[in-house]
């Protein structure tokens, strides 16, 4: 989804406050010098050993490495495909992470920019150094999480996004792969976020913006996914479940007037059972469904009395 026009450099203005210096990539050469251990690594095919820790075997030309080769680090990740006097241009197997993948034809997945795609549908994209990911970079998830940033030794840091496979997207600052400080979280149907993370969970200062212009502050708990009490700026409050800043499963909700609801919800919506309690006193039990009294449900009066009724979609069709 479009993200308003925000930007990772205007992001990384509001967002880095208490944070500690953000690592750099490491943008230096790289030098694949080392000796030859058997072969002909002139003009032939040889085992050729890397100063910077595991070796090449396959072709040589002019002394470089060239056509067909495999170069396994000192990790164990390995890159095999297309050499080009001492490039490599992909289009072979690799194994990264002890994760089975492909570097893409011409991009260079080991010392350059390429593209790899994994086997359990993950995708790189982005800039490598030795295997690693360094600088900027898109990766893709197998659960459709999308990461976009600056990554230095194969994580994220600085400012970035993480997008949902369901279109909800966090913009904050990343150390060591994790969001920390200020996030903004924006949901696809309109609610924005903003809080404290710490090491990539909610861990304080929460507020809600909800497509109506009211806000509503996270006094306690979790109101992201979990349990928490939210106090709203039009004098309501909640204390129950939420699922993406909506309340979900059981919970309490009561309203600036005073009237009281508890029961269940789905999606920010009453749905189930519930009991409302007018700011009168009168309380009314029954089924619920997409915010509506909908099926039987029950009136209890100060009295004692009581009065059944049956609602379809919140409209009254008989009573007993």
Do not use: W
Not at 26 to 48: A, H, I, R, Y
Request: charged residues 20%; aromatic residues 12%.
């Amino acid at each position: 989804m479009a993200l308003a026009g925000l930007t990772l450099f205007a992001l990384s203005s509001c967002v880095s406050s208490g944070l500690t210096a953000i690592p750099k990539p490491d943008t230096s050469p790289v030098s694949m010098t080392g000796k030859c251990l058997q072969g002909n690594c002139q003009e032939g095919e040889g085992t050729f050993q890397l100063d910077v820790g595991g070796k090449y075997v396959g072709k040589f030309s002019q002394g470089k490495f060239n056509e067909q080769g495999t170069i396994t680090l000192a990790d164990g990740d390995s890159f095999a495909g297309v050499f080009n006097y001492g490039r490599y241009q992909g289009g072979g197997p690799v194994v990264v992470g002890g994760k089975k993948g492909t570097c893409l034809k011409d991009s260079d997945c080991l010392n350059g920019a390429g593209m790899i795609t994994f086997e359990d549908k993950a995708v790189y994209d982005g800039k490598f150094r030795l295997g690693k990911l360094e600088g900027y970079a898109v990766v893709t998830t197998p659960d459709g999480k999308t990461y976009k940033g600056t990554y230095v030794k194969g994580k994220l840091e600085g400012p970035g996004t993480i997008t949902t496979s369901n279109d909800v997207s966090l913009m904050g600052n990343f150390k060591n792969g994790q969001l920390n400080g200020k996030v903004m979280i924006i949901y696809p149907f309109g609610t924005r976020f903003t809080g404290t993370f710490k090491d990539g969970e909610y861990d304080s200062d929460g507020v809600m913006t909800f497509p109506n212009g009211i806000t509503g502050k996270c006094k306690e708990g979790n109101c992201i996914d979990g349990t928490g009490t939210l106090v709203l700026s039009d004098g309501s409050s909640y204390r129950g479940g939420f699922k993406e800043c909506r309340k979900n499963g059981y919970g309490i909700f009561t309203s600036a007037d005073g009237g009281i609801y508890r029961g269940e919800y789905k999606d920010g919506k009453r749905d189930g059972v519930g009991t409302y309690i007018f700011p009168s006193g009168i309380k009314y039990t029954g089924s619920y469904k997409d915010d509506e009294r909908d099926g039987r449900g029950v009136y209890f009066f100060a009295n004692g009395t009581t009065h059944t009724v049956y609602y379809d979609k919140g409209v009254l069709k008989s009573e007993d």
